[in-house]
């Protein structure tokens, strides 16, 4: 024993003489970190939420007060943070699957309708337990029900060879997960680049740089409802090639996040022309295709544009339990399908899959069970429309409800939303909000934000964050807020607004616009 501690000993003196009785700098620091994920930036869950945790901590505390008495999450698609009640259905059938021993006294019970109890048997045989890992594309089972919806939607015929094959299908945990999974099998390194739409969601920025890749941004027309134009992408295009990027991929994000448009079945026709003809893959964001209000174009996805045009384009598409009317943000359950890609490099897409051995299982039962509900003559088919009907038909009479107060305010122009759970208006910002943003070292809109959260608590996220057109400036919100909330926040909202305004001379300003 006292030889060990002399051992010991020694080697402490050794190390302290050394570094010339210096503590030794640590391994990990700012300065010693993967440069990529310091460059990294994702917005949603940024500065703006950052400093409301900060003023949560502070309502708690009770010191020094504060003008308002909670914050108010609009920051990210989060619904059920905001109060929406989970769907009932696939709620009963996960509590059976993760609890098999209660199946049969539940079920002798009839706590349950009987569909419940026929899904839970179902999804119970197909895996050893729910604690167990499954494939690592996941659960065969489920796959196959992805699989059936991605034909029923499509209008595939059973005869057609746009069947869908269940080994192009991947289960994921939640939609960015299959981002991740398909950019890092995408990107080679900085010379390497993927066409966004501006505004975007920030996952594909944050991804392109964590993966050492670049970002090429085609910018969406706000005078037009946000639309798509091949003019604007052969644009972008060119400017990334001229300088020397390899343009691999295209994104579109369809229902638009931040900007809610629904995109005509004629527009991703030409989108899948244009990737055809620049030899790009079609990475297809639709995990808002349920989110559809109105008169909008109904959703038309890239993989039927493709079946419909005939063009062997190939395609990646995502979709995801955690939007759509279901919002289970927190099992973390998504998909990603492969169209046109060869069953080689869908081998190395199983092989980056099983790096994580399989997403979480229950998240991948909840897949299932947004993609294939109750039909019509089960039990609990009238209770799923009607609570399906009551969150969709609450969203877009939010949705209007918002809009309109939004371009009621002086400085302000916001697009309808076609779809998807945000607005995305603009800021027509006086000048003298804009020096005192620059003089405060905050880019104009994140310097509204906060202004906005620190007088009312409400959390918004600041249009630079999704970029935007250079000269403008914007704030994505969410309109998750109960129905019974939103006068509230409307007022809150414009008394601050009017206020801003007013101090930095914007009142006496038009109204503009779009």
Not at 139 to 163: L, P, W, Y
Not at 320 to 344: H, N, P, Q, W
């Amino acid at each position: 024993m006292a030889s060990h501690v002399s051992r010991l000993l020694l080697f402490v003196c050794l190390c302290a003489l050394s570094t010339n009785g210096k503590a030794p700098e640590p391994q990990l620091s700012l300065d010693s970190l993967n440069p990529l994920v310091l460059e990294t930036e994702y917005a949603v869950r940024g500065e703006l939420l950052t400093r409301a945790a900060e003023l949560e901590t502070q309502l708690q505390a009770g010191t020094p007060p504060l003008p308002f008495a909670k914050t108010v999450r609009c920051n990210i698609g989060n619904p059920q943070a905001l109060g929406q009640k989970p769907l009932s259905f696939p709620r009963q059938v996960l509590s059976l699957v993760m609890n098999p021993p209660v199946l049969s006294v539940m079920e002798a019970s009839k706590v349950y309708p009987a569909d419940v109890f026929a899904r839970a048997r179902k999804y119970i045989a197909s895996v050893p337990s729910a604690g167990a890992y499954s494939e690592s594309q996941g659960v065969t089972e489920v796959r196959k029900e992805v699989a059936s919806f991605i034909e029923h939607r499509d209008q595939v015929r059973a005869a057609s060879a746009d069947v869908v094959d269940v080994d192009n299908i991947f289960l994921t945990d939640g939609a960015s997960a299959a981002v991740k999974l398909a950019m890092q099998l995408m990107i080679r390194g900085k010379d390497d680049a993927i066409l966004v739409p501006v505004p975007q969601y920030p996952i594909y920025s944050a991804v392109s740089t964590l993966y050492n890749g670049s970002m090429a941004s085609y910018f969406l027309s706000e005078e037009n409802s946000w639309s798509a134009t091949i003019a604007e992408l052969r644009r972008a295009l060119r400017e990334a090639r001229d300088a020397g990027k390899n343009v691999r991929g295209l994104v579109i994000i369809n229902p638009g996040n931040p900007t809610g448009q629904s995109m005509p079945a004629e527009d991703v026709k030409s989108l899948v022309r244009f990737c055809v003809s620049e030899r790009l893959v079609l990475m297809a964001d639709e995990v808002y295709q349920e989110n559809i209000y109105g008169p909008a174009p109904p959703f038309f996805s890239a993989r039927r544009a493709a079946i419909e045009t005939g063009e062997k384009v190939q395609l990646m598409s995502f979709h995801s339990i955690s939007k759509g009317f279901s919002g289970e943000c927190g099992l973390r359950g998504g998909y990603l399908e492969l169209y046109g890609i060869s069953a080689d490099v869908r081998a190395q897409l199983v092989k980056l899959a099983s790096l994580t051995l399989c997403s979480n299982v229950p998240g991948q039962f909840a897949t299932g069970l947004m993609v294939n509900p109750p039909s019509k003559g089960e039990a609990s088919y009238p209770l799923y429309v009607e609570e399906k009907d009551a969150i969709l038909s609450s969203l877009e009479r939010r949705a209007g409800i918002i809009q309109k107060a939004l371009n009621d305010l002086p400085g302000v122009t916001c697009n309808k939303a076609e779809g998807a759970m945000y607005l995305f208006p603009q800021l027509h910002l006086p000048e003298a909000a804009v020096a005192a943003a620059n003089k405060a070292g905050k880019t104009p809109d994140t310097y509204y934000c906060l202004k906005l959260l620190e007088a009312t608590g409400l959390v918004v996220v600041p249009g630079s964050g999704f970029g935007q057109k250079n000269g403008t400036y914007h704030f994505r919100t969410t309109f998750l807020p109960p129905e019974k909330d939103l006068d509230g926040v409307i007022i809150l909202l414009g008394d601050f607004h009017r206020k801003f305004m007013e101090q930095y001379g914007g009142l006496s300003s038009k109204k503009v616009e779009l």
